[in-house]
């Protein structure tokens, strides 16, 4: 099946930094998203980004489907963002499976 | 709408027992999802339904039945409790396949002892 690769694993910033986070993918997919599971546990959806370059606020993320990887971009950091950031996906043919990366833990200190 | 809701919220079972837990959408989403959630594992599929009456498994399915009667519940049931299904369990539901964003239920802690 499909492998999803997250990186880096574990990511400590100061707050105002700025930060790239990494999913690479072995499949063509036709649905890739990246989430933000917060301290409590919660799965917020952070983008539905198969192709292309979304913003929202200080985040923003690019797919570059043909070349098989995803970046989420974090500017401005806050101690809100900590937590995990997972990237999933479900490869083409049909496949109604969200396949999980293993995650980035982020922690932002004051 | 309240979403993507799931019951109980915590629970604590002995090796052996049975439980259920209840996922429920208001979205008249087509597709549900069980997770579970380990450290360091990410989130594994356990059992989908791509619609009314249909289940099929995912990449963790032993141990676990579910069930889809109506469109808008979907049921994760454990018959005998192990202590290697003590984790994190979501439920998450999707409007169209390959075209929109998955949206998940806040989860239920399970702890098996």
């Known amino acids: 099946g499909i492998q999803v690769e997250q990186s880096p694993p574990d990511l400590i910033l100061q707050e105002g930094a700025n930060s790239t986070l990494r999913c690479n993918f072995s499949?063509?997919?036709?649905?890739l998203q990246w989430f933000h599971q917060n301290p409590w546990g919660q799965l917020i959806n952070l983008f539905y980004?198969?192709?292309g370059t979304k913003q929202n606020g200080r985040l923003s993320a690019t797919t570059v489907a043909t070349e098989r990887y995803s970046l989420l971009y974090i500017s401005s950091s806050q101690t809100t963002d900590s937590g995990v950031y997972f990237c999933?996906?479900?490869?083409?043919?049909?496949?109604?499976?969200?396949?999980f990366g293993k995650g980035t833990k982020l922690t932002v200190n004051p | 709408n309240a979403g993507v809701t799931q019951t109980p919220k915590f629970r604590v079972l002995k090796t052996g027992q049975s439980m259920t837990l209840l996922c429920a959408q208001d979205?008249?989403?087509?597709?549900m999802y069980w997770y579970r959630q380990d450290p360091g594992m990410g989130l594994r599929l356990i059992h989908y339904?791509?619609?009314?009456?249909?289940?099929a498994k995912g990449e963790v399915p032993d141990g676990y039945n579910v069930s889809r009667l109506k469109k808008q519940n979907f049921l994760l049931g454990l018959e005998s409790a192990a202590p290697s299904q003590t984790s994190v369990y979501f439920c998450?539901?999707?409007?169209?396949?390959?075209?929109?964003?998955?949206?998940f239920g806040p989860g239920t802690r399970l702890t098996v002892l």
């Open positions: 999933a996906v479900l490869t083409q043919g049909g496949s109604e499976k969200l396949v």
């Open positions: 499949d063509s997919v036709n649905n």
């Open positions: 980004i198969p192709s």
């Open positions: 979205m008249n989403h087509e597709y």
């Open positions: 339904s791509v619609g009314e009456g249909t289940t």
């Open positions: 998450a539901s999707l409007p169209r396949q390959g075209t929109d964003t998955q949206y």
